[in-house]
Every structure is written in structure tokens, then in C-alpha cells.
């Protein structure tokens, strides 16, 4: 099943909408109006701060809900208010969460009706900070973002890019659009991904950067968008999802732990470190087939006319991890100029892999560097055609495919030991 890239997911569901204040609350307006399209009840709470910024009547408006901004509102706490709004919320999200909101709630404060709300539900927790990359940077953010991770709370950004105050970095807020998508996906019923609930999975991503000098480095092509969704959509589902990054601009996606690399040994490491009782590994990086032998210390002066750089072969990460006795359900790409099915074929039986999903790139609207992809995957036995689409639904699509196969195995096996 595909789901229209332009359409969000349908959710009945009730979302109780904190804003901080950010310069970014003018965006939450948006986000309302997202979350109501998909079919949410949407309630505001506005910090004190927030309303420096932005003004009740347009949340009361796009919300049908009167907007919540006191602690000590006597009519809204006749009744205990506050633990009747906490008790109602199916989903908690802050949006714009500041570096100051992030750091009461790290503390366990409850000194406004927000953070109040907070401590009084029981409802899963979302933040889409928002602030200044330095801010954003400073240990004690860091800190307090590793305390909120820890509790189970999950991050939506932030995304890198200009910011209100001319600098460039981390610390953007998410696109209301994403920020929607990712909580309404949180709350919908895909019976296909079902088997995800739960799963320990391993997603690689990205580009690897093979040094030559300080400043020269081997890569490719890869934004990393295809792993990005592949996380991002297992993460929705319930899975227990390690990303292992390359180098790319893009957000972790909630829900997900992130490990970021540069090299293909870098990679390497990193995959046989977190493998180990994954049920899946998913590996969508573009891993470079070669590195220089030789990395110099130093920037190499273009003094000659010719410059020669001895390249060895990086290891193959996907065909030693067959190998291994506790080995994952191992899903590989191929991306090809040429003779797809062919190449991908050689490399599901070479590297013993339970399944690939072929792309051929060069191609322009797809592959790398795109939006979008179609994917063909292939198995021992079979194969199934994904369509060009938004990569976030070919990434649906493909988790799916991988879900069959995996409970196939499984029931496979288990008849195997019956007989």
C-alpha cells in the first residue's frame, strides 16, 4: 500500500500543542491547521513567552479550542483544569521548544502550566527545538537533551539552515509539514508495518568521506534521504531503530538514535559494534568501494602537473556481516548505471543477502540527490517493483516488503523444526 506523498496520515487523535517562546511560533500556526488536516483534536497551552510573540485568538481560531496559557486561569482550575488537559492529550508536542522550555523540563520543573501539564500526563512527549546553533550547541543544551532522550522523549530536529538571527546552523525548527507527518504517523494503525512494533533494526545512511589530505576527501553523491525515511518511517512504527550516519545536513529523525561517521572503516566500526542483536540491518549507505592508501598529514601543493593517488578496497561491510553465525535479515542496495537486475542479482547471491533493492541513478527526478526514487527488490525467488514516489512512501513500501520476508523466514524455519 502507498500513501500519496501530498497526503498526511489520518489519526484520530488529540494532540495538546505547547508553544514556547521562539521566534519560531509563527510556524505552529501552520502546524494546527497540519495537525487538524490529518484529523487531530488540537488543544494550545502558549508560555508567557510565546505570547510576546504570537497572539490567542489566531490558535483559538485554527484550533475550534480556547487557548490555555495560566496556571491560575480560577474558571479553566475550578475543576483541576490542568489534570483534565493532561489526562485528555493522546500526544504531547512543544512546538517551538526553547533551550530554556528544554531545560525545565530536563529538571523536572513544573513552574507554569506547561511544564505542569507535562509532569501530569502520561502521553508520549515531542520537541521540536528551536533556537540559536550556538544555543543549540552549548553543553548544558546538550546535556539536557540527553536526559530528555533518555526518559523516552523524542526530538523532531532541529533542522540546519539560516536562522532570525543571520547565523547558519542546527537549531531551525522543523517544517510544520514534518513535524505533523511524524506525530500523525505516530498515532496511525499501518497494518503492514505492524511487525515493526518493537524490532531492534539497524539503518546505515549517506555518503562516506575517504581523506586524502586535511582538506580533499574521496565521496559521492549520497544525501542520505533514503536511509533518513527508512528510519524515519520504522522509527513511526514502533521500531527500535540505531541510525549509523555518513556525512549529511539532515535532522535525525524522532525516535531515533544516530551515529555519526565519516569513513567506510569508520562505518565499519560502528556496524559491528551496534549489530548485535538486530533482527534487521538495512544498509542504504553509499559506502566507498575504495580509499586512498596513503592520507598525508598535510594540504598536497599542486606543485606537479600530474598528481597519482594509490587507492586500496575498503571492506565489505554487508557481505562480512553474512557471515556471521548471529547474522541479521540483511537488505542491500544497488544502485546502477546499467544492467540492473543483472548487477543486483550477482550481489544478493555474492553477499548472501535476504533481499536488495535495486535503483538505477543518473537518471534525472531519482536515485541520488532527489526527492523521490523507484526501487525494484529483489529475493531468492521473487521480486516486487516499487514505483517513483516520494521517497518517504518507497521507504514504506520497502519496510513492508522486508517485514513479508522476515515473518516468511521466520514461519519457514518454525515449520522446518516442527517437522
Given amino acids: 500500500m502507498s500513501i500519496p506523498s501530498s497526503a498526511l496520515p489520518v489519526a484520530a487523535t488529540r494532540v495538546l500543542l505547547g508553544i514556547g517562546g521562539g521566534i519560531a511560533a509563527y510556524k505552529s500556526a501552520e502546524l494546527v491547521r497540519r495537525l487538524r488536516d490529518g484529523g487531530a483534536d488540537v488543544r494550545v497551552v502558549m508560555t508567557a513567552s510565546a505570547q510576546q510573540l504570537v497572539g490567542e485568538a489566531t490558535f483559538q481560531a485554527l484550533s475550534g479550542n480556547p487557548v490555555r ?54 502521553a508520549p512527549l515531542w520537541l521540536a527545538p528551536a533556537m540559536n546553533q550556538q544555543m543549540w550547541a552549548h ?29 547558519v546552523g542546527p ?3 522543523l517544517e510544520p509539514g514534518a513535524i505533523a507527518r511524524a506525530v500523525l504517523g505516530a498515532c496511525s494503525d499501518d497494518v503492514e508495518l505492524a511487525g ?27 544525501s542520505g534521504r533514503m536511509g533518513y525515511a527508512i528510519a524515519e518511517i520504522a522509527a513511526t512504527a514502533g521500531a527500535k531503530v540505531t541510525l549509523v550516519s555518513g556525512p549529511v545536513s539532515l535532522a535525525t529523525p524522532a525516535g531515533v538514535r544516530r551515529i555519526d561517521v565519516r569513513s567506510a572503516l569508520d562505518m565499519q566500526a560502528a556496524v559491528d ?27 598536497i601543493k599542486k606543485g606537479d602537473a600530474e598528481l597519482e593517488v594509490k587507492l586500496v578496497r575498503n571492506p565489505d561491510i554487508l557481505a562480512e556481516l553474512s557471515q556471521r553465525a548471529d ?28 533481499m536488495i533493492a535495486a535503483n538505477r541513478v543518473g537518471m ?6 532527489s526527492a523521490e526514487n523507484a526501487l525494484t527488490v529483489y529475493w531468492n525467488g521473487g521480486d516486487a517493483e516499487i514505483a517513483l514516489a516520494d521517497k518517504r512512501d518507497v521507504a514504506r513500501q520497502l519496510l513492508a516488503l522486508m517485514v513479508r520476508r522476515i515473518a516468511d523466514r521466520d514461519g519457514h524455519n518454525q515449520r522446518g523444526v516442527a517437522s
Avoid at 493532561?86 to 522550555?101: K, N, V
Avoid at 575504495?290 to 592520507?295: C, G, I, N, S, T
Avoid at 541479521?328 to 546502477?336: H, K
Wanted: glycine share 8%; proline share 5%.
Fill in 171 to 173: 537549531g531551525r525548527m
Fill in 273 to 299: 559494534a551496534e549489530v548485535q542483536g538486530k533482527v534487521a540491518f538495512i544498509s542504504a549507505a553509499a559506502v566507498a568501494d575504495f580509499r586512498p592508501a596513503l592520507v598525508s598529514g598535510s594540504k
Fill in 69 to 122: 496559557t495560566s496556571l491560575w486561569d480560577a474558571e479553566a482550575e475550578a475543576a483541576m483544569g490542568h489534570i483534565e488537559l493532561a489526562r485528555w492529550a493522546d500526544q504531547l508536542l512543544i512546538a517551538p521548544a526553547t533551550a530554556d522550555l528544554m531545560a525545565r523540563l530536563a529538571a523536572g520543573m513544573a513552574d507554569d502550566l506547561l511544564t505542569t501539564l507535562v509532569l501530569a500526563s502520561k
Fill in 327 to 354: 547474522r541479521p535479515f540483511l537488505v542491500g542496495f544497488a544502485a546502477e548505471t546499467e544492467d540492473v537486475e543483472q548487477h543486483a542479482r550477482e550481489k544478493l547471491s555474492s553477499k548472501r543477502l535476504d
Fill in 139 to 167: 553543553p548544558a543544551t546538550q546535556v539536557n537533551l540527553s536526559k530528555l532522550r533518555a526518559r523516552g522523549v523524542s526530538l523532531l530536529g532541529p533542522a540546519v539552515g539560516d536562522q532570525a538571527c543571520g547565523d
Fill in 364 to 369: 534525472h527526478g531519482s536515485g541520488f540527490e
Fill in 196 to 222: 515493526l512494533a518493537g524490532m531492534p533494526l539497524l539503518v546505515s545512511a549517506g555518503p562516506t568521506f575517504e581523506d586524502i589530505d586535511p582538506v580533499r576527501y574521496l565521496g559521492n553523491r549520497s
